[in-house]
């Protein structure tokens, strides 16, 4: 299993690579709501390689896990705050939410759980707070009139990759907490699992990416 998962962290980070270069190649084609997704491609690409680094030179990459989460919350909230317009209260205070959760994702790591150690509270915290933001935007669809067609169905599928992949590996994290403060290894079936679905959720991603830069090529040709 651990050679599998290892297989499957390479593929991952093959697939960000080649997401990462798209963006960067075709970038000023992507309308200013897909580039935020880009913003993510790119932040995950550097702590992938950072971590990979971080753990060849000390052992540990844990704190880059805390940056991640922290990193990760940002960006993902920045897209979403492009695409929420209801309910009022929350895209009308979106800046100030997320800097309040912010500040409390600094906080765990400050005073609750150490930096070289799972960020299993932040970590949970903010996975609930993307499907929130996933099922939201469900529900707000009806909402987004103004945008066209095509863009509203490629966004509609980068939301469910977010929806697939943060259902799918919350439990991970939920019951993280449980295996170390029982001194047990997490299993390796379960960051296999992970690994897969953040698999699919980059190969939706880098779909809905390549589909809006093709359409916007040929339209412009």
């Not at 990193?71 to 492009?82: A, D, R, T, V, W």
């Not at 707070?129 to 095509?150: H, P, R, T």
């Amino acid at each position: 299993m651990l050679v599998f998962w290892n297989l499957l962290a390479d593929l991952n980070i093959i697939f960000l690579v080649l997401i990462a270069l798209l963006c960067l190649w075709k970038f000023s084609l992507l309308p200013k709501r897909f580039q935020r997704i880009c913003y993510l491609i790119w932040f995950n690409l550097a702590i992938e390689i950072g971590a990979r680094v971080l753990a060849e030179v000390t052992g540990n990459n844990l704190p880059l896990l805390h940056i991640y989460t922290l990193g990760e919350f940002l960006l993902l909230s920045y897209f979403y705050m492009g695409l929420l317009s209801a309910p009022r209260f929350l895209s009308q205070n979106f800046a100030w939410i997320t800097l309040t959760i912010s500040v409390l994702i600094i906080g765990n790591t400050v005073f609750l759980q150490s930096i070289y150690g799972f960020n299993t509270y932040a970590k949970t915290a903010v996975q609930f707070i993307f499907i929130l933001y996933a099922i939201l935007y469900f529900f707000d669809l009806s909402e987004q009139d103004g945008l066209a067609f095509i863009e509203m169905k490629y966004l509609r599928l980068i939301n469910s990759a977010i929806l697939i992949y943060y259902s799918g590996s919350l439990f991970i994290f939920m019951f993280s907490n449980y295996f170390l403060q029982n001194n047990l290894n997490l299993p390796s079936g379960l960051w296999a699992f992970n690994a897969m679905l953040n698999l699919v959720f980059l190969s939706l991603v880098s779909f809905s990416l390549w589909q809006i830069i093709y359409r916007k090529t040929k339209s412009s040709s």
